[in-house]
């Protein structure tokens, strides 16, 4: 458990500091209360209840996929912690896909050159089982989608083996359709399997897992991640013959499942019709305990709540509360929330999703059409003390969001410092220990502050211009 975070009186004076500032002309925008900001900022610093909750969810109920008995308990404890919190909760039916992995492995079988080695794999998410005495066949390299199509024929019968250079969260973008696409792709050109370099800024041997889906039409073959050092060993290896491997998956996609969006909301005094939306993603992938991805944007949003809650008077607009169901494998939650709530959606004056780990904040970041800077940053003052409270150049959004988009809802993103995220991320290694107590702390007060001026400030955010192209997909 965390200790009492320590704020000095300076700290506290910087957090607490009225805007220099002027207000807008157009609006009676006199800034933020320093008697708010300290009651959210100072008590998101130093009561240590977000990572309190995070260890609740991760050490307590542990891993949440889709359908598992985890994730039904996250559900329970949600609305329990809420309740506990004084915050209106409610739950809304969501199916989810239930896909279980089973038992799996996989080796570089004995050659001439070499003698066998175990592979350290995880299936990915939704990939079929083999045949249970496994497939058996050679590998073949590729380094992209394209090149799979290229390479033609060659591609019959093999096991299609996609290296990268993932070396920074950055990166995560640019490789992520190797993991999504690659078994669609190589199955069209004959593959009997797939491996994928782990999604990895860093590793010790541990395989990352993630979504995958196969497309209509063609043939659905058995995919697995391997760990950074066993691709690197497969590359090796390769560079100087032919390499066989052995693939043994069990995982199975079972009947959808009853699940849950967790909702809950701080009702608005004034405009209470005005939903300002706080969204995280309540399932994990199956192994580790999903504290970065996504426990802390939970507890953050949770944490938001409780305080915004205690505040008297409430805010003018109401602070609603989204744990989406079934981020990882299937996104059903975001868009059960969009159609539960289409009628609703032109009144949604803000939404902002935490998924990109418990990191400390860098600053906010906005998508909303011209003048929302100049809305938001003279109420980001109390928000420099952490490092904060600047607008960041670059979009905001969210997965559980991206149905959103259509209805023009604003998105504002509190950016956090995701450098070492995907070091876990998917993992095994996603655990409690992960998660930096101060810079969970941190960005929770970012978050709770943020939702905050975006209940009170006098304006709204103006809608952004309609999408042209088709949304794009976060891949966290
Ligand atoms: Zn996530
Ligand atoms: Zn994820």
């Not at 991640?225 to 052995?246: I, Q, T, W, Y």
């Not at 300002?276 to 944007?297: E, F, I, K, R, Y």
């Not at 490092?387 to 969210?398: E, K, W």
Request: glycine share 10%; charged share 25%; proline share 7%.
């Amino acid at each position: 458990m965390p200790s009492a975070l320590p704020l000095s009186a300076a700290l506290l004076s910087l957090l607490t500091a009225a805007p220099k500032a002027p207000a807008p002309a157009a609006t009676k925008d006199t800034g933020p209360s320093p008697q708010v900001a300290e009651r959210l900022v100072g008590a998101a610093l130093t009561e240590g209840h977000a990572y309190a909750r995070l260890a609740e969810l991760t050490d307590g109920i542990g891993p949440r996929l889709s359908g598992s008995e985890g994730e039904k308990a996250a559900v329970q404890w949600a609305r329990r912690s809420f309740e506990a919190d004084g915050v209106k909760v409610w739950l809304e039916p969501v199916k989810v896909p239930r896909w279980v992995r089973g038992a799996e492995s996989g080796r570089v079988l004995a050659s001439e050159r070499f003698r066998e080695h175990p592979l350290a794999l995880l299936a990915l998410g939704g990939s079929v089982a083999t045949p249970p005495e496994g497939v058996t066949a050679e590998v073949l390299e590729v380094r992209s989608l394209e090149e799979v199509a290229a390479l033609g024929d060659k591609v019959k019968g093999k096991v299609v083996f996609f290296n990268h250079a993932m070396s920074e969260a950055a990166d995560y973008g640019k490789v992520a359709g190797l993991r999504t696409r690659g078994a669609a792709v190589s199955a069209k050109a004959g593959a009997v399997a797939t491996l994928v370099r782990s999604l990895a800024t860093a590793s010790l041997r541990t395989p990352h897992t993630g979504a995958m889906r196969y497309e209509e039409g063609v043939p659905q073959i058995p995919a697995a991640a391997v760990s950074v050092e066993d691709a690197e060993l497969l590359h090796r290896l390769l560079a100087a013959g032919p390499v066989k491997v052995e693939l043994k998956l069990s995982s199975q996609t079972l009947a959808d499942a009853d699940s849950f969006n967790v909702v809950a909301e701080v009702p608005g005094r004034e405009k209470p019709r005005e939903v300002v939306l706080l969204g995280a993603h309540l399932d994990s992938w199956d192994v580790g305990t999903g504290a970065h991805d996504d426990g802390a944007g939970v507890t953050m949003v949770m944490e938001a709540a409780r305080l915004i809650g205690k505040l008297k008077p409430a805010p003018r607009r109401t602070v609603r509360v989204v744990l989406f169901a079934n981020e990882e494998n299937g996104l059903r939650g975001g868009r059960a929330y969009a159609e539960a709530h289409a009628a609703e959606l032109g009144n949604h004056v803000a939404a902002l999703e935490m998924d990109s780990g418990g990191g400390r904040p860098l600053g906010v970041a906005l998508r909303a059409g011209p003048g929302g800077e100049e809305l938001v940053r003279p109420w980001l003052r109390p928000l420099e003390a952490l490092g904060a409270g600047s607008i960041l150049a670059g979009d905001a959004g969210g997965a559980d969001l991206s149905p959103l988009v259509p209805a023009r809802v604003p998105f504002v993103g509190v950016r956090v410092d995701s450098s070492r995220y995907f070091d876990v991320h998917h993992s095994a290694a996603d655990t409690l220990d992960k998660v930096d107590a101060k810079d969970l702390a941190r960005s929770t007060a970012a978050v709770a502050w943020v939702a905050y001026v975006l209940a009170e400030v006098p304006g709204v955010l103006p809608r952004p211009e309609a999408p042209a192209a088709p949304t794009p997909k976060s891949a966290h």
